[in-house]
């Protein structure tokens, strides 16, 4: 189905000077309000009429049929609106009732793949939930108004992302080298169920590939360690979801989420940054934590070789492994040094961790996987969830809050599979060309 379709502007412009940017606010204004639905609609009836005929004439609509050989006539119009990103659109479709048993159908709505009470694009929930995750609904909607002529109320926005499926993430199908968790605090609405405290708590768990592509999880919010190890179990079956933990030193988590991989490996940034609290407490001076923070960098800063693993000479492996075994003793001396200062708090922190700091090192020896040695990504990732959650608004459901999270962490760790899930609820596929043939002045 091919046509061609004009659109006809009148244009009056005073003898007298006048400003481009009223001329450029009167055009853009008249386009977003009336050319761009026009024009939608235009095309919309215009196909509507050849899939009635088609319908009647042989029968033919997608999907299932009422009757095995159904005889349509047409029966009449009824209005319809659409909102759409290019403004409001006020069109008629046909309806078709079967001749067979009275069935009504509607070949528009059919061929468009719309819902039965569909009341906006797909296309436009895309734009509203790419803005809102990036500033707040009051903004956003501020923001689609002013900017791009799109007239979307704070409440209507909100339902539209409540209800949209996008923040659906997708379960990795094989082991994950290695695992990464962290959570961050949030002004959650007090309720009666949470006892009136808006201290939330956001928990993001992702993983990392063998390609260092980041792989997310899951977010949950003002849940404990506990309950998600035993989601994660259940949705893993049984099996081991990663080789390796990357954590920092939060009490409990290594022990809770260890039943999901092999072995633990300890932040290197939260080792050597936590040392200088722990120090603290045992009433040590400045000049010495840090003094203590530099030697600790430097004892546990072992680098894996920056060439492919089948390129790494037998020696350089040797000297790799006796690296390690020196870090380890280097480790007892300053646990041993620490005590004998009366730093105990900090000698057993760095005593408890000392076993989960070189994890990375043997997964490399084995496997020939670069396993990092700190969390950095998803401190990354995180700083972003907390702007949005934190910096921004305030006052979240439990359910928004791990909502919006999963939203953010598809769009920054899987942009490849949120096109993909557009491109797919959009319905893109190449059926449609709209070629530009120029503009002229009629009768000027």
Not at 204 to 224: E, F, M, Q, Y
Not at 296 to 318: N, R, Y
Not at 368 to 376: K, N
Request: glycine share 6%; hydrophobic share 40%.
């Amino acid at each position: 189905m091919q046509t061609t379709a004009s659109l006809t502007l009148h244009a009056i412009l005073a003898e007298e000077q006048f400003s481009l940017d009223e001329l450029v606010i009167e055009l853009r204004k008249v386009l977003h309000e009336e050319g761009m639905p026009g024009l939608l609609r235009l095309i919309l009836e215009m196909a509507d009429e050849v899939w009635a005929v088609r319908a009647c004439r042989e029968g033919k609509l997608p999907g299932p049929v009422c009757c095995p050989k159904a005889k349509w006539e047409i029966k009449d119009r009824t209005s319809r609106q659409l909102r759409t990103s290019s403004g409001v659109v006020q069109f008629q479709w046909r309806r078709l009732i079967c001749k067979g048993c009275r069935k009504l159908v509607v070949p528009m709505r059919q061929w468009l793949r719309l819902e039965r009470w569909q009341s906006k694009t797909n296309e436009l929930e895309k734009v509203v939930v790419e803005t809102v995750a990036e500033q707040s609904y009051r903004r956003s909607t501020n923001h689609l108004d002013t900017i791009g002529v799109i007239p979307v109320p704070k409440s209507t926005a909100h339902r539209w992302v409540a209800q949209s499926s996008c923040d659906q993430l997708d379960w990795p199908g094989e082991k994950l080298p290695t695992l990464m968790v962290d959570g961050t605090g949030f002004k959650r609405r007090p309720t009666e169920e949470n006892e009136f405290s808006n201290q939330g708590e956001l928990r993001v768990v992702i993983g990392l590939d063998a390609a260092g592509r980041a792989v997310p999880l899951g977010t949950w919010s003002n849940k404990h360690w506990e309950e998600i190890t035993s989601e994660l179990e259940a949705r893993a079956q049984g099996n081991k979801v990663a080789e390796q933990l990357s954590c920092d030193g939060e009490r409990g988590l290594a022990d809770r989420l260890g039943r999901l991989v092999n072995s633990v490996q300890r932040c290197h940034w939260h080792m050597v940054h936590d040392l200088d609290s722990f120090m603290w407490c045992d009433k040590a001076p400045l000049s010495e934590r840090r003094q203590e923070q530099k030697k600790l960098a430097g004892i546990i800063g072992i680098e894996l070789p920056k060439t492919d693993f089948e390129a790494v000479k037998p020696e350089e492996k040797q000297q790799l492994e006796e690296r390690v075994q020196q870090a380890n003793a280097q480790l007892s001396d300053l646990v041993r040094l620490l005590r004998q200062k009366g730093y105990h708090q900090a000698a057993s922190y760095i005593g408890y961790a000392q076993d989960k700091l070189f994890k990375y090192v043997d997964f490399w020896m084995s496997t020939g996987v670069a396993a990092p040695r700190t969390t950095s990504y998803l401190e990354r990732l995180m700083r972003e969830i907390g702007r949005r959650l934190k910096r921004i608004a305030f006052g979240w459901s439990e359910a928004g809050a791990a909502k919006m999270a999963r939203i953010i962490i598809r769009r920054i760790c899987s942009a490849e599979q949120w096109t993909s899930y557009w491109k797919t609820k959009l319905g893109i596929t190449g059926k449609v060309i709209i070629q530009f043939r120029g503009v002229k002045i009629v009768n000027p």
